[in-house]
């Protein structure tokens, strides 16, 4: 157990040389050695070179990766005829939409639909060409590309070296015959396995961002312009709606107001019987 821990120890230390191919250890319990020459030597991370990275690299490695991305804003008539020209010329070339929005933009006056959309990469530059015809004003395109290559020879390297130290450990394991020695060898393959799986989904996004490329394509239809309220005949309509609204308010508000009214001519009457008996009385006394 003491040689086991040893064994493993060293191991991690010299993954970070560059002039060491490995260290044979002698891995044995107390009376029979368990496993002889076993080579556990860790590949080195980051940009260390190992001798497995010096082997000659598959030819897709070597082959520059792009990742092609863009946005592309037009003017059209119709929205709906634009936004089904993009969607058949997207099942042409074998894309797909990945988002979709529409909003009124009430700041620039404008309808707008947003359409997200992957496209293989080999046909990116012809699906663009149809696009751009379906506008009838082009109003801004910009189409990026960016070169991930050193990246993604960095991810591969590191994967290809932790999948060797798995197999290594794997050998390891096969030879182990005490419990503890197997279980410290299993922990070091989770944390070897874990290492993996993180690499291999880098790997998955890279080669997916590589394959279909992003376009990020804007169309829309401009709102019709009304009268601002600064011109002659739109203020001569509103002042006479106005007036019209104050006349047809005070009617009814009159209406509404009849028993006031009913009510006041019934008091005036009233008074005025009551002052035609008095000036009668000093009338008659008079005479």
Not at 141 to 146: A, E, G, L, T, Y
Not at 242 to 260: E, H, M, Q, R
Request: proline fraction near 2%.
């Amino acid at each position: 157990m003491k040689k086991f821990a040893l064994a493993a120890m060293v191991a991690l230390v010299i993954s970070g040389c560059q002039d060491k191919k490995g260290v044979s250890y002698g891995f044995a319990g107390d009376d029979e050695t368990i496993v002889n020459d076993v080579i556990l030597t860790e590949p080195p991370a980051g940009n260390q070179v190992s001798k497995l990275a010096n082997k000659p690299a598959p030819a897709d490695a070597t082959t520059k990766k792009i990742i092609k991305e863009g946005n592309i804003n037009f003017e059209t008539n119709d929205i709906a005829k634009a936004r089904k020209r993009v969607t058949d010329a997207l099942k042409t070339v074998g894309g797909y939409v990945s988002e979709e929005r529409q909003a009124n933009n009430s700041y620039e006056k404008r309808n707008e639909y947003t359409l997200d959309v992957r496209i293989p990469a080999a046909k990116f530059d012809g699906f663009l060409k149809e696009i751009t015809a379906a506008g009838d004003r082009i109003e801004s395109k910009n189409i990026r590309s960016r070169d991930v290559t050193a990246e993604y020879i960095d991810v591969t390297t590191r994967l290809n070296n932790k999948k060797a130290l798995e197999k290594r450990y794997l050998e390891l394991l096969a030879k182990a015959g005490k419990m503890a020695d197997v279980l410290e060898i299993e922990n070091k393959l989770n944390e070897v396995r874990t290492d993996i799986e993180s690499s291999q989904g880098q790997l998955n996004y890279l080669n997916k961002q590589i394959d279909y490329s992003s376009l990020s394509i804007t169309f829309y239809t401009q709102q019709s312009v009304k009268d601002n309220g600064q011109g002659f005949a739109y203020r001569w309509q509103k002042s006479i709606g106005d007036s019209w609204n104050i006349a047809v308010t005070l009617f009814f508000g009159i209406i509404t107001l009849w028993p006031v009214w009913l009510l006041t001519a019934a008091v005036i009457y009233v008074i005025r019987r009551m002052i035609k008996r008095r000036r009668a009385k000093r009338a008659q006394q008079n005479s």
